[in-house]
């Protein structure tokens, strides 16, 4: 084991194909943690760590944002993927001056995200100018006067502010109100990119844009629908979730198009019989849908149901929930009276017999959870779907009961927080109305740009300046090839960052990157002494999260600590704001946050208690639904689903398991059985046959979009048990066949589940011979 950044970079080449795993976790998964960990951070660095990570007062993973038990807590309280997580972020690996003098952008611009990343982490502000080759270092005065100097020399509406959803509560509502007190909504977040289809359906239909359940209603519900979702690998934590629900006689139902090993069996391994390699089954039921045919599928499981307590009046609608709380059933009863199955198999790909065996198990079950991710929310009628589960929800009374409701699984630790504290392009005037009477400013109404808008708004040069709060937004976004030429373009790119990325080559003409402290970081440098944030999970939870390791720089800077010098060299200390009290105690922040966010009162005091606190949460709280009418509504869609040309295979991104959003910890897809490549699609043996290739062809990949064509070249066609019709390939490596406008609507949500493709044989590019 070695602390020693990786000199070599990833090689295709070396690909290793082996059969999918049936089974997910187990002891293996333990000693893949500790390597990792100890191959960057040493023993006693991550027994540190680990030891604290999401204990009362300790580490909030950096990793996902599934919650943590409001009774009894593990010693181990974590997952694989969290280890790697903060095996990455406690990393003594480090990246000095000196390996950015060594290293010009040229070179860098070779290197695969996985080389970069697993460099270490960042010790100095640097920067690179127009003409420079390199970037060096610069103190911490000049880059913020650079800052303030550039935004003050363009307009509000040609500034950007980006963030990711690592950024707590506090950094989140400093950075809010600076963009809103330049002038701008330009707050475009990774949220855009992951759940804001969810956001975009629950809002209107039961007047929050969160899920409604705690994790206790997990373990205590009947039935569980886990769709769109691998939690095996990106919210492994869950596995504990579901298990317990099984082990209180609960059901499951997998709705996904690849059999991942998450959805069936879990080797819990902080128990006897998960070390000795026996798991709970998790999936009574798994239903292989085709990519982008749940809209169908929903559709057809409300008609049963539907036709069901026409059979058996009362059997299925919780009459007196619908009656009292909903508005539009009668359009719905009409709309699901009818269905035609041999369109709905063409959708879903599913056999009837399959939905009714899960329809029964809804109409058996007096309490359900439908729990979905990013399957569902990257498609165009992604917004549609989702209403259809709430329609199903609805239905039969599941808001406001033990073991019911709706569970959108958020991806990012925090990413709910940050939209709770206002990092939203589409602000709300009573939070807007609230933040300008506390603070003494004029908030901007105008709407502002998302993450979609802002890649177009580079493409068409309507971007001078560029702050990012974490993230890797030139390799997290749709159009990579147009999206990065465009940033080169930009006055100025300044990005908030751990770890060196894809962006920070990508750079404006001029570029600063700024090192921050991280999660597992002390944050101790105030004169009132050590500081706590605080973060928001997947169930609105709120708690404290503090760092226990000294961080790898005395050159660090906390991040509520960069955006309030930031704010003060570009606004100035006779503000309206008082920045640098908030940047000096994060209290202050709070007690601000406690008169402008409704939920957020006494926020200090609250903060301390034993497991933090609940956020309001109507639907789940009192069953009531604070939509425009006062009512959950019941909506009407047209079937939708995902078709591709003679020739063409519908395309999905996902994760690898040794990887998190565009993070790569290693190249290792355990459960998949794919390791050391990543330019790979995953297809069916069949469409391999009708489309004239073998298995581990290499090709070219053409994506097709309203005529338009993008294409990514060198990949590896890898025969996989996928649904006939559909293929998958990794994201990031994909993003570049994603065309900007292919979106879910009402969302602008990117469609990275709905990418029509074909190939071509790759044709290797002869080297030159030598005159």
Known sequence: MTRSAPIEDINEGDLVVTAPKKQAAGVEAVLVALDRGIAQAGVARTARSLLRLNQRDGTDCPGCAWPESQGHRKTAEFCENGAKAVAEESTLRTVTPEFWA???????????EYWLGNQGRITHPVVI????????????????????????????????????GRTANESAFLYQLFARSIGTNNLPDCSNMCHESSGSALNPTIGIGKGTVSLEDIHQAELILVVGQNPGTNHPRMLSALAECKDNGGRIVAVNPLPEAGLFNFMDPQTPKGILGKGTNLADEFLQIKVGGDLALFQALGHLLLEHEARVPGSVIDHEFVAANTDGIEAYRAARSVIDWAETKKATGLERAAIETVAELLVASRATIICWALGLTQQPHSVNTLKEIINLLLLQGNFGKPGAGACPVRGHSNVQGDRTMGVWEKPKEDMLAALDAEFGIISPRKHGLDSVDTVDAFVHNRVDVFVSMGGNFALACSDTDMLEKAMQRVGLTVHVSTKPNRSHVMHGKTSLILPTLGRTDTDDKHPSGRQVLSVEDSMSVVRTTQGRLDPVSDHLLAEPVIVARMARATLGDDHAVDWKAMSENYDVIRDHISRVLPGFDDFNTRLKTKNGFVLPNPPRDTRTFATDIGLARFTVSPIEYLSAPEGHLILQTIRSHDQYNTTFYGLDDRYRGIKNGRRVILIHEDDV???????????????????VERRANEFRLVVYPTPRGCAAAYFPEANALMHRELVARESNTPGYKAMTVRFIAHEPVAAPQPR
């Open 102 to 112: 060594e290293h010009s952008i040229a070179e860098l611009a070779t290197k695969t």
């Open 129 to 164: 100018r127009p003409g420079d080759t390199h970037y060096s270092q610069i103190s911490w005065d000049d880059a913020f006067e650079l800052i303030g100097e550039q935004i003050r020399a363009t307009v509000p509406d040609r500034t950007v502010f980006y963030t990711s």
């Open 689 to 707: 046959t009708e489309l004239g290739f073998a298995d581990r062809d290499m090709v070219d990949v053409i994506s097709t979009f309203q005529g």
